[in-house]
């Protein structure tokens, strides 16, 4: 009988905050991701382009560690806006929506 695959995104930690009105990130200009979260090439996202925040969200959701992160790169109006944008792990949206059922009917 074969084995059920396993993902890593299943058995890898994903922090998430308590509430959405922690998240008091920037909502305008240029943010420089530490290492920690963005070892890429980029780094450097442009809140006023949607693409590369979008990007960015999707990092530092699928990165963090400490909800520190969160708080400071997160904008909770604005990820209850993009959320159905992002493209994340299937097990990072169910931890985020379980306890935030706001994000579920989020546009």
Known sequence: MAQPR????????YTVP???EELTGPTKGVVELPLHLDWSEQGRYDLSDARQRNLMYE?????STQVEDLRTYLHGPTLR???HQLWLPRRVRWLWESRFQTLVGAA
Request: glycine share 10%; aromatic share 10%.
């Open 81 to 83: 806006r993009v959320w």
């Open 18 to 20: 308590g509430s959405l």
């Open 6 to 13: 396993t993902l890593y995104e299943d058995g890898r930690p």
């Open 59 to 63: 990092r530092v959701i699928r990165e």
